[in-house]
């Protein structure tokens, strides 16, 4: 569930690895008081220039404080304006596999400028992710193309090839992963913000978390319900412990649907015909909004026959990486132009397409390494027979061709090899009513459906900000005036709707 086009299951997507280790800092004595953070300079390109690093020291196992350890990467902004600082707020990142620090640089102008100085804003890169220590599954290039690492059926929705692919990565996983692999979930996300916390010497938080991060700050909230401020949740996905990862994902058929006639109207719009280069015929794909539809999965299909090569070498252009650069354009209009083109070119003979970036290279094995760890180590997936997943994924490709049955199909996690560490706690309407939840209407990686759901389990805790916008991510995304003011006059001053709220475009 992440941050743009990170944020969602399985969707790591920068294109460089790092060497894994261990941390070999010395434990800390019980009782002893927080470790001191040593912060250094670390402003990033188009980030606040005032951002700073450290790093923290956390138990590898929360069970046994006194024994190994693992270094976090930890990221903060301080207030600009001393003055007006009423405390610290932490940005909780999408994923599972996103970077915290990363998060903080590309939102921290936006959120210094919004909130005035009000906080110190903070983040925490998770286990494996980042600064933090890193470890790997040793998957090949090729079991980290994003097409292969996430469940996409063989042409005709043929499923051999993904099921061997997640056996093969799940077996590579318990051989190769290490404890801290195996120690990489929610719950322990959870323990480390609460740690980060203490080093900081914080008595309690405020968040703004995004997509699975939501997640992570629901859990929290849940864990340490005295130590929130003001909570905010962004990009809410169904919060069932019981299906969790699986849930999400197959939520992203039906949440396509949704969020496809916004790139239809606008494929669809007269104005298209100017974008793009002079002469080159635009960028508009049918005469009417409804045939935008078939023509897209017309070709997916022509495309899952006859692959077509592109400016990527040993990447040729299918069905499946249609389909999946399709989904990722989803997350925001301003990757409608690209996607257009790319299937402008798809059909054209002459032309030879590029790919997205996010498709023209592997995920990173660090980030593959995390987003398949957390996703499994959170909860027991069932392990059905193949013809009975068979079945499901032909289902779910007749009734949502534009995702292909992916949705639905067998991750690494029907093969994992060790049992969740615990239980994922069910979120309840227990602890102060603090939570403000915002939510554009039809988000294509965690669905407004899905959103009602993490609604109803908080309750009285909560009230919701629902924005008639596309995309995944509101608060300072959309540009819709009303919920950005709503957000931030909830941080800055604490007041909240009396009640659940849309705000229109």
């Known amino acids: 569930m992440k941050q743009r086009a990170r944020s969602g299951l399985l969707l790591a997507l920068s294109v460089s690895a790092v060497a894994a280790t261990l941390s070999a800092v010395p434990a800390q004595a019980a009782g002893s008081s927080s470790p001191e953070l040593r912060w250094r300079p670390c402003a990033q390109e188009g980030g606040p220039d005032r951002q700073e690093c450290a790093e923290l020291s956390v138990p590898l196992d929360y069970g046994d404080p006194e024994g190994p350890r693992t270094r976090l990467g930890v990221s903060r902004v301080p207030s600009d304006r001393p003055e007006a600082r009423r405390g610290t707020l932490i940005v909780i ?21 919004e909130l005035g100085g009000a906080y110190d804003l903070v983040a925490l890169d998770p286990r494996g992710i980042g600064g933090s220590d890193r470890t790997g599954c040793g998957l090949s290039d090729e079991d980290r193309d994003l097409v292969n690492l996430r469940p996409w059926p063989g042409p005709g929705g043929d499923i051999a ?12 996983c318990a051989r190769d992963g290490g404890p801290l692999l195996r120690s990489m979930s929610t719950a322990n996300e959870v323990r480390d913000i609460d740690s980060f916390r203490s080093a900081l010497g914080e008595e309690k938080l405020s968040a703004f978390a995004s997509s699975y991060g939501t997640y992570v700050a629901a859990q929290y909230a849940q864990k340490y319900p005295d130590r929130t401020d003001r909570w905010v949740l962004d990009s809410n996905g169904d919060p069932d412990p019981k299906r969790v990862a699986r849930g999400w994902s197959a939520n992203l058929s ?34 009417r909004a409804e045939d935008v539809r078939p023509m897209v999965v017309a070709l997916a299909e022509r495309l899952d026959r006859h692959p077509k090569p592109t400016t990527t070498p040993g990447r040729p252009l299918t069905g499946n990486r249609l389909r999946q650069a399709l989904q990722l354009a989803m997350y925001g209009d301003t990757a409608f132009a690209g996607t257009a083109r790319l299937i402008k070119d798809a059909g054209d003979p002459r032309a030879t397409p590029v790919l997205p970036a996010a498709l023209a290279g592997s995920v990173p094995e660090h980030e593959a390494a995390v987003t398949v760890s957390t996703i499994c180590n959170d909860v027991r997936w069932p392990r059905r027979s193949l013809p009975a997943t068979a079945r499901d994924v032909a289902a779910d490709r007749a009734r949502y061709p534009l995702t292909g049955g992916m949705p639905v199909g067998v991750f690494p996690c029907a093969f994992w090899k060790w049992a969740p560490a615990e239980e994922p706690a069910r979120i309840t309407s227990d602890g102060p009513s603090n939570v403000l939840m915002i939510q554009n209407l039809r988000d294509p990686a965690t669905p407004y459906f899905g959103a009602l759901k993490m609604r109803e389990a908080l309750g009285r805790r909560a009230r919701m900000i629902s924005v008639d916008s596309g995309g995944h991510g509101a608060y300072l995304g959309t540009g819709n005036a009303c919920g950005d003011r709503k957000v931030t006059d909830f941080l800055r001053t604490g007041e909240r709707p009396e009640k659940d709220v849309l705000c229109a475009r």
């Open 254 to 287: 039906p949440a396509m649907e949704q969020r496809f006639p916004d790139f239809a109207r606008w494929a669809a719009d007269p104005a298209r015909e100017k974008d793009g280069p002079e002469g080159g015929g635009g960028l508009r794909l049918a005469r």
């Open 161 to 172: 090839d993904s099921v061997r692919r997640a056996r093969r990565v799940a077996d590579a």
């Open 93 to 113: 990142p999408g994923g599972p596999g996103g970077s915290g620090t990363q998060r903080l640089a590309q939102k921290g102008k936006a959120l210094r400028k």
